[in-house]
């Protein structure tokens, strides 16, 4: 039981992080109906971000205490976003209603792109940086086994929570909000009407980017270690939360992130290890199978 | 296209070196291509990097010394990123440029493959990293390597870890890679045949970096002692959670783990890990003066370094004796003359390839660097 509760809290970190970087996925998906893969790539340049100003703060001997996470934070969204801009600006918007894989094939090259773009700039090799949030508390000890959850990720839970909140509220509440459910549901009434659909559409990258930032920040504080490679593994397995959570949906992303956690996690603790990745790609298989729009997917409704 | 002219050119200035070294039909053109094949760019870039020092000061040396047969040698590099696949296409690229011999790979995953590709254009491997037995157990004639065998290293491990751990729980992981799985498998056996039997067998998958899930299993196992066999970002990893979850474990690996990278991920985690490797190539008096010559240059010649170093040596010395740089004349020299004087002493090689005296010893990490045990 405190084992289960041990692994349940380990999936949770996980998921989360999935979670964060699927709602990149989910958003531009929801409004140009367009995959776009270099989002996890977009991740690593936030992790890569985070990590420059971690040693420029440390460097200018403000320290590493909340205060300066928080700033790191704030400075990885901001250029991290500038980069989701960047991308939709040169690789996307000149291939708007051109035929639909054109700004795929594109997106798989701005994903090639800015990988060997960081592989140049930063080097090949694993860039590590020391603990910077530790501790963890004991919640529980029972059989002999100590439940503790560590600092870091009850941190991860926290802000991604808060994230999640403050952007829920930003699409559904606010008029910026309703431009882009407007231009997901009709681009071309959003424009009659008089919204900015290009505004709009940037606006969503730089969303999906800065969150991507806020989950690559995490991940570096979380494990320490981050190369030009990580957006891959990640943005396949962010990528496979977004459309298990059904794809244009913000909750479903979450969710899709937490299950993928979830499985991973309880996989390695109760059956063999190397079959994990087998596991979950198979549950997802059969989730599309039963449910082809996904857990919170909404079906397709051809517009007239 | 400009490398085609630079092949021109080279021709031309090679040209009355050839008239005047004559020798094999081999050096009917230009100097003499040699390969040096690793990961320069991944997660191991660090290994290919300490293989590029050894390969390039090494032709360095031996150009500066005359040569081999009067000539220059020119080193081609070749990025395999320990990827299986890419270190074929790195081998066919090589063999495509004529080189003599490889020096490399590093992964056994990605020198493997790559021997059947040389196998097959007829040009010699000698791997200064590759532990598997499988790489020179294969067969073929053009495998070498400077470095020890798995089941040598894993019957140093496994010993010891049954001898210094009895009574206590033991994990047995590994990464699934030919080198990781080879070591760890050999390693058990070795400690179970002394007596000792694992409470828990388990692979990872490597490039992930969560291993949370994997460190609270072998915590409610109540493990005391994880054996690693895998490369040392994984291995950095899997401590440094294992250390944030409460586990007070002792984390033993391999020769991957021979490179300070290892400590800028485990951080203060890594305090106490043990590895076996060769007891340390730079204090052998025959490594001193190159030792300096690397130490003047800014570079320290930790891990693999000295044992590229002496990869291209002993090609070179062979090629000497043989009066040839045909690769199987070379083959043939290496295995029945010897033994050949190189940085990292006295080395002679057996039918297969392998060394014949291969040492390992124990090292621990303390205070963010390694020593022998003593």
Known sequence: MAYALQQLINGVALGMIYGLIAVGYTMVYGIIGMINFAHGDIFMIGAFISLISFVLISMGGWGTGPGAILLVLLVSMAVTALYGWSVERVAYRPLRGSFRLAPLISAIGMSIVLQNYVQVAQGARVKPIESLVTGSVELWHGNGFAVSISTMQAMIVIVTLVILAVFTWLVTRTSLGRAMRACEQDRKMAGLLGIDTDRTISITFVIGASLAAVAGTMYLLRYGVIDFYIGFLAGVKAFTAAVLGGIGSLPGAVLGGLLIGLIETFWSAYFSVQYKDVATFAILAITLVFMPTGLLGRAEVEKV | ?374
């Open chain 2, 1 to 374: 296209m400009t490398m085609q002219r630079r092949t021109l050119l080279g021709a031309t200035i090679a040209g009355p070196a050839i008239l005047a070294a004559g020798g094999a039909r081999a050096q009917a053109r230009g100097p003499i291509r040699i390969g040096m094949a690793g990961p320069l760019t991944g997660a191991n870039a660090t290994f290919g990097a300490q293989m590029r020092e050894g390969a390039s000061q090494a032709v360095t040396d031996i150009n500066a010394a005359g040569g081999v047969l009067g000539q220059q040698i020119v080193l081609e590099t070749g990025d395999d990123a320990c990827d299986p696949r890419q270190a074929v296409s790195v081998a066919n690229q090589l063999s495509g440029r004529q080189v003599r011999v490889v020096i490399g790979h590093y992964c056994s995953g990605s020198s493997i493959p790559a021997s059947k590709v040389y196998l097959e254009e007829g040009v010699l491997q000698i791997s200064p990293a590759s532990t598997n037995p499988a790489y020179t157990d294969q067969g073929g004639w053009n495998t070498f390597r400077t470095c020890g065998r798995d089941d040598q290293q894993g019957a140093i491990a496994g010993k010891y870890i049954a001898d210094t751990y009895k009574g206590k729980r033991v994990a047995v992981l590994h990464d699934n890679s030919a080198y990781g799985k080879g070591l760890a498998d050999e390693t058990k056996k070795a400690m179970n045949a002394a007596g000792l039997n694992e409470e828990i067998y388990a692979a990872y998958t490597p490039g992930e970096r969560d291993y949370n899930a994997i460190v609270s299993r072998l915590k409610a196992g109540n493990i005391d002692v994880i054996y690693v066999g895998g490369y040392h970002t994984e291995a950095g990893l899997i401590v440094r959670q294992a250390k944030e979850q409460g586990m007070n474990v002792t984390l033993i690996g391999g020769d991957a783990l021979m490179t300070n990278e290892f400590w800028q991920i485990s951080g203060a985690a890594g305090e106490g890990t043990l590895m076996t490797f060769s007891s340390d190539p730079r204090k052998r008096p025959t490594a001193a003066e190159v030792v300096e010559r690397f130490r003047a240059r800014n570079v320290n010649p930790e891990g693999f370094v000295l044992y590229t170093y002496a990869a291209t040596q002993i090609w070179a010395e062979a090629a000497k004796k043989a009066n040839s740089v045909d690769p199987r004349r070379v083959a043939e020299t290496m295995k029945s003359s010897g033994p050949w004087q190189t940085v990292l002493g006295p080395i002679s090689f057996d039918r297969k390839g392998d060394v014949t005296v291969p040492d390992y010893v124990f090292y621990v990490w303390k205070n963010g660097s390694y020593a022998e045990m003593s």
